[in-house]
Structures are given as structure tokens and as C-alpha cells.
């Protein structure tokens, strides 16, 4: 049965103590208005708008080293990651929802369950 995705979200990884400071600079560098400034109500989390045909900006507190990731959704998490396996990358770990990647260029990704079901972006299909 195929499975679908699409690039999903960009995620801007944050190494600080209070995510809003950097909300507030990226709200602005980026011309998008903050959407949601704690999407989960722990602090870790924040969203900026972004209009449906284009894809999700999310800031999320870490405390590895800042750096930027994208995410895939997937209609089938599993099922996609596997298929990214066979093309090169690895899985690194399980997370709540997600698996996190890692291409064979040493960047790390993540696999995720559809965030916009209304996107007009397409889906891609795989068998």
C-alpha cells in the first residue's frame, strides 16, 4: 500500500534558557508574524505563520548546538522512514511521535505525522 509525504516543516533549533527573545528576532528577520508563541505550554515550542502553500515554521528549544532541520510528514511514519533508510540515512532515535534522521551528509531530519492537512502543497505518493 503506498504511503505519502512532503516537506513539512522547518525547524529552528535554539540553544537558550527563554525561546522568546529568538521568536521575536526571527518573527521579524522572516517577515512572519508569531502564530504561536508556546505551542505546548512548556516553553519549548513556538510557531510563526506561514501560509498554507508554504511550509511550517517552528522554533524549538534544545540543548544541543543551534542549527536549523527539516522536518517530513508522512501519512506513514514508519513506512517513510524505512523507505529513507533503503535511499542512505539512518534513524537515530523514536521521539513521542517522530523518528529523527540523520542523510548520509550528517544532517539531521525528522520524520512526523501530517502537521497541515489543508496544505495546497502535494503530497508525494510511494509504494
Known amino acids: 500500500m503506498p504511503h505519502h509525504s512532503r516537506l ?45 502553500d508554504e511550509p511550517l515554521i517552528l522554533l524549538q528549544k534544545v540543548t544541543h ?9 508522512s501519512d506513514d511514519v514508519d513506512a517513510e522512514a524505512d523507505r529513507l533508510v533503503r535511499l542512505g540515512a539512518r534513524k537515530i532515535a523514536f521521539v513521542k511521535r517522530w523518528w529523527v534522521m540523520e542523510a548520509p551528509s550528517g544532517h539531521r531530519f525528522c520524520v512526523v505525522r501530517v502537521q497541515r492537512e489543508r496544505s495546497r502543497r502535494p503530497f508525494n505518493a510511494w509504494e
Do not use: M, Q
Request: aromatic share 6%; proline share 6%; net charge negative.
Open 8 to 52: 513539512s516543516t522547518l525547524v529552528i533549533d535554539c540553544r537558550v534558557d527563554d525561546l522568546r527573545p529568538a521568536l521575536e528576532f526571527w518573527s521579524a528577520a522572516l517577515g512572519k508574524p508569531i502564530a504561536e508563541p508556546d505551542e505546548d505550554g512548556d516553553g519549548r515550542y513556538a510557531v510563526l505563520a506561514t501560509d498554507d
Open 65 to 73: 548546538e543551534s542549527r536549523v532541520h527539516l522536518d517530513i510528514e
